[in-house]
């Protein structure tokens, strides 16, 4: 009886690191364990990781989490993943051996080709279909680029010998030693070949990108029992029970469940994902629209858009500047004034995102007096962390002619209670600081928990979610409105520098 087992284990495939965290019934965490693995950077922009090291660290710490607070595997109900998403596996069907290593979401080797499309014109139907813009970030173009590449590789996939799939089909693969190609519909709505009205893979997209439909794994919803873990992977046979690529995962995670619910992730970026409901909202303002979740029947979408230097600005300020040693110090010191006293800093270091989209934007400071000093350049680089989540923000409610709620958020740089007091101020909202800071892992937890009947239903799983901490927007409105506008007139000023 799945009901009556204390533990849920979460895998949470990361970029740079693979974790298990198992957690109980109040959603607290038992036993965490983490493990990094190896970047590779054969060329300039191209990132790749080893596909059988995703796996031993992924499996390597399955075992430990469970090891090390002396766990039985009979305890376990079921197991989560969440993933990073759009990052790309082929393999052999017949060894289960990986034909390329894994081209991650962040390698640009295929923007030319991503340029070549957008030129013959391609880009409504991609959007009209996917919600996606083309972009080298998505699969599909990675997948023909392996087909392209490696020797074989197209021969083979005609024949029907390869499979293709995102990092948790390629976990599903391992965790039941083959018997299983599968992925759930938040990490197909990412591979730019996924119809995410009609929720079926696209054979015109197919034929575009030259990809044999015999690659793709079945697309199921994030929350049923998919198939269990092969006996000797762990002692026992366990149910896998719920998927989401990690954004999805930290919606559900922080219980955004009604529509014009958003939560930011605040780390190195910003990652912004808004609840649209049972509406896939085509944006106006080249934010992406993408599945949330699906639950059963039930299939709910969302907006996102990401603020390219976010916490980042902070870094730069402490290893560029040399600033302070240490990213917390920022909070004292943007709070030993009362004001910004009017300086502005637009963080445009690697150009604009949305809503701007400006390559050529360049970072400038503006407003500096002789009475500037340090304290200025830290508040004005936490200002505009949250000037930029307000302006993506504003934009997913003009897109989707919802008001926002409340905004819950996650990521290392929350800890900034000044950064979070002005992100209510700017956005007159609510903002909310969750107790379990493990957004992505639980949203995974809360996805298999569901279907195993671990958590009988949304309801008591809404009870687990509770604010650490909130923050209520008290500033005076004429005060808002002033600073908005000079950190338009900012931004403006720095479009458009690189020439
Ligand atoms: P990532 O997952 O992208 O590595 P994290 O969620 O670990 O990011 O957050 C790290 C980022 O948050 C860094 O860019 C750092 O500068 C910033 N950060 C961490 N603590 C603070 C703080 N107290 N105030 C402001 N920024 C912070």
């Not at 199921?220 to 092969?230: N, Q, V």
């Not at 903002?431 to 892992?441: D, G, L, S, V």
């Not at 298999?448 to 671990?454: H, M, P, Q, R, S």
């Not at 209520?472 to 720095?494: G, I, N, S, Y």
Request: a negative charge.
């Amino acid at each position: 009886m799945t009901q009556n087992k204390p533990y849920l284990m979460a895998l949470d495939q990361g970029t740079t690191s693979s974790r298990a965290i198992i957690f109980d019934k109040k959603g607290q965490i038992v036993s965490l364990a983490q493990k990094e693995f190896k970047q590779y950077f054969p060329q300039q922009g191209w990132v790749e990781h080893d596909p059988e090291e995703i796996w031993t660290s992924q499996s390597s710490v399955m075992i430990e989490s469970i090891v090390n607070k002396g766990i039985g595997v009979d305890e376990i109900a079921g197991i989560g993943i969440t993933n990073q998403r759009e990052t790309t596996i082929v393999w052999n069907r017949k060894t289960g051996k990986a034909i390329y290593n894994a081209i991650v979401w962040q390698d640009r080797r295929t923007a030319s080709y991503c340029n070549q499309l957008k030129e013959e014109g391609h880009a409504e139907a991609v959007v009209s279909k996917t919600g996606l813009i083309i972009d080298a970030y998505f699969s599909a173009t990675k997948i023909r680029w392996i087909l392209d590449h490696v020797e074989g590789a197209r021969q083979q996939a005609e024949a029907g010998e390869l499979a293709f799939g995102t990092v948790d089909s390629w976990l599903v693969w391992k965790l039941t030693k083959g018997a299983h190609h599968l992925t759930d519909i938040t990490n197909a709505s990412r591979t730019m070949l996924f119809n995410i009205h009609s929720q079926e893979w696209d054979q015109e997209l197919l034929n575009l990108f030259g990809i044999p439909k015999s690659m793709l794994p079945e697309v199921k919803s994030c929350s049923e029992i998919y198939c269990e873990t092969a006996g000797d992977v762990l002692k026992n046979k366990i149910p896998i029970a719920g998927i989401a690529g990690d954004q999805q995962a930290a919606l559900f995670g922080q219980l955004c469940t009604e529509p014009g619910m958003a939560k930011t992730t605040y780390g190195t970026g910003c990652f912004l994902v808004m609840n649209t409901g049972k509406d896939a909202v085509r944006s106006k303002n080249q934010l992406l629209t993408t599945v949330a979740w699906k639950i059963g029947n039930e299939i709910n979408y969302a907006l996102e858009g990401s603020v390219f230097i976010g916490g980042a600005a902070i870094q730069w300020l402490r290893d560029g500047l040399e600033l302070f040693d240490q990213a917390k110090e920022s909070e004292a010191l943007a709070m030993s004034l009362n004001d910004n006293d009017g300086v502005y800093f637009v963080p445009a270091l690697a150009g604009l995102g949305a809503p701007h989209w400006d390559q050529n934007a360049r970072g400038a400071i503006f407003g500096i007096t002789r009475g500037t000093t340090k304290a200025h350049f830290t508040r004005a680089a936490l200002e505009s962390i949250a000037y930029q989540v307000y302006d993506v923000i504003k934009a997913m409610e003009k897109d989707s002619g919802k008001q926002t709620k409340e905004l819950r958020v996650d990521g290392g740089a929350t800890a900034n209670n000044f950064l979070m007091q002005f992100q209510a101020d700017l956005l007159e909202c609510e903002i909310k600081r969750p107790k379990i800071i493990e957004t992505t892992a639980i949203g995974a937890a809360f996805l298999a928990g569901l279907a195993l009947g671990f958590w009988e239903s949304q309801e008591e799983i809404q009870k687990l979610w509770k604010a650490d901490q909130s923050f209520q927007p008290t500033m005076p409105e004429d005060k808002r409105k002033k600073l908005l506008h000079f950190w338009q007139k900012a931004v403006e000023r720095t479009k458009n520098w690189e020439e």
